[in-house]
């Protein structure tokens, strides 16, 4: 299918927040509910429609765990938007976030949208951050905000497509120059190319050799 734009995003975030999750229920609408920890990198993509025009969202979902912060940092450039996840009923993950924010700013380029995700919100009843304290942190660090269930479905996808409503306006108000979508992750359909696949994971028995592999592939699209 023909695109008007592409859009790349990285989902960031501690282990066990659900970044997987979100990234399969928005991409196949189906939740998992045993999945294997991310090693590396997984891959999706999704044609939605932004002001009547189909963009292609190509989502990079990293791995949380310390040991992988440096590939993770590799998957910045590049990308036009991120989803920051935190897990409601585990305090410590949004503790972590301002460390997620800081390494998102210091390697992505300064005008990448960032939606900030409080997962697992059908878990209220064990709720460890409330909503208000997530609206909070959005609010002083110009994110935008919601709670989602990747279980649910609940806000998966305005949390992805809010994102893009939020870049395609960069887009119209000339902060994005599309011809030049090495920059910025938005490319427009003549000047894209894309990886011709539209689902991988990187194996959790893979070797570090092929996670510079995917580290080398990614940084050969931009």
Request: net charge positive.
């Amino acid at each position: 299918m023909s695109y008007a734009y592409l859009f790349k995003y990285i989902i960031i975030g501690d282990t066990g927040v659900g970044k997987s999750c979100l990234l399969l229920q928005f991409t196949d609408k189906r939740f998992q509910p045993v999945h294997d920890l991310t090693i590396g990198v997984e891959f999706g993509a999704r044609m939605i429609t932004i002001d009547n025009k189909p963009i292609k969202l190509q989502i990079w979902d990293t791995a949380g765990q310390e040991s992988f912060r440096s590939i993770t940092r590799s998957y910045y450039r590049g990308a036009a938007g991120a989803l920051l996840v935190y897990d409601i009923t585990r305090r410590e993950t949004f503790n972590h976030l301002a460390s997620w924010l800081e390494d998102a700013r210091q390697h992505a380029n300064a005008n990448m949208t960032i939606m900030l995700v409080g997962n697992k919100c059908d878990l209220s009843h064990r709720r460890a951050v409330s909503f208000e304290e997530g609206e909070q942190f959005a609010k002083e660090n110009g994110l935008i905000f919601m709670e989602a269930s990747a279980k649910t479905a609940q806000n998966v996808e305005e949390g992805f497509v809010k994102t893009a409503g939020a870049i395609y306006k960069k887009i119209q108000d000339g902060v994005f120059d599309v011809s030049n979508g090495t920059i910025h992750g938005v490319q427009n359909r003549m000047a894209c190319v894309t990886i011709p696949v539209t689902l991988f994971r990187v194996a959790s028995d893979c070797n570090s050799r092929v996670l510079c592999y995917f580290t080398r592939l990614w940084i050969m699209f931009q």
